[in-house]
T-cell receptor, first 115, second 112 residues
Framework: GAGVSQSPSNKVTEKGKDVELRCDPISGHTALYWYRQRLGQGLEFLIYFQGNSAPDKSGLPSDRFSAERTGESVSTLTIQRTQQEDSAVYLC?????????????FGSGTQLSVL | GENVGLHLPTLSVQEGDNSIINCAYSNSASDYFIWYKQESGKGPQFIIDIRSNMDKRQGQRVTVLLNKTVKHLSLQIAATQPGDSAVYFCAENRDAGNMLTFGGGTRLMVKP
């Protein structure tokens, strides 16, 4: 596609349920990032994938959060046993590589609301 | 801890005026800075970037200024238009791995 695509655009779930968020990066982009954005705040780095290398999970806030990516394609972010504090917009971004100064292209995000 | 932050959470300007959005950073090791624009319901969009070996960089209606002495970054928008209304984030790249650290954002409101 022309840009980074995320689905669903909105997700409402009950506390304790698991959710899965999907990201389709720009074709040919080897690097993929997940960020979390709480209401009125900046972007919080979660996890990073580069090709077939081991992902950088240093930003994941707890073991309830996990992400997968197969090769250089789709990525899924899974949140288990969701809590109300998980409510946020989850943004995915991709770039051509992990080189210095490579621009990130963002999707529109998934708005997650945990009731 | 070290962070990227913004001085003004909200900036209101008259259409046609120039806008200046400021950002402070504390990590002197950062060598690459980016401004992103985020409109409501959308992901951040790249506006302009600057490397630490530069003081100024110009784009179309936008200029980024970098003052390494006081660790200050600013985004200037000339002849601000209603379409410029958005939240603006500065971000720094602290290493070669594109691990962007974002500031809290400034909301720009353009009055007609």
């Amino acid at each position: 596609g022309a840009g980074v695509s995320q689905s669903p655009s909105n997700k409402v779930t009950e506390k304790g349920k698991d959710v899965e968020l999907r990201c389709d990066p720009i074709s040919g982009h080897t690097a993929l990032y997940w960020y979390r954005q709480r209401l009125g705040q900046g972007l919080e780095f979660l996890i990073y994938f580069q090709g077939n290398s081991a992902p950088d999970k240093s930003g994941l806030p707890s073991d309830r959060f996990s992400a997968e990516r197969t090769g250089e394609s789709v990525s899924t972010l899974t949140i288990q046993r969701t809590q109300q504090e998980d409510s946020a917009v989850y943004l995915c971004a991709s770039s051509r590589s992990r080189g210095a100064n490579e621009k990130l292209f963002f999707g529109s995000g998934t708005q997650l609301s945990v009731l | 801890g070290e962070n990227v932050g913004l001085h003004l959470p909200t900036l209101s300007v008259q259409e046609g005026d120039n806008s200046i959005i400021n950002c402070a950073y504390s990590n002197s090791a950062s060598d690459y800075f980016i401004w992103y624009k985020q409109e409501s319901g959308k992901g951040p969009q790249f506006i302009i970037d600057i490397r630490s070996n530069m003081d100024k960089r110009q784009g179309q209606r936008v200029t980024v200024l970098l003052n390494k002495t006081v660790k200050h970054l600013s985004l200037q928008i000339a002849a601000t238009q209603p379409g410029d209304s958005a939240v603006y984030f500065c971000a720094e790249n602290r290493d070669a791995g594109n691990m962007l650290t974002f500031g809290g954002g400034t909301r720009l409101m353009v009055k007609p």
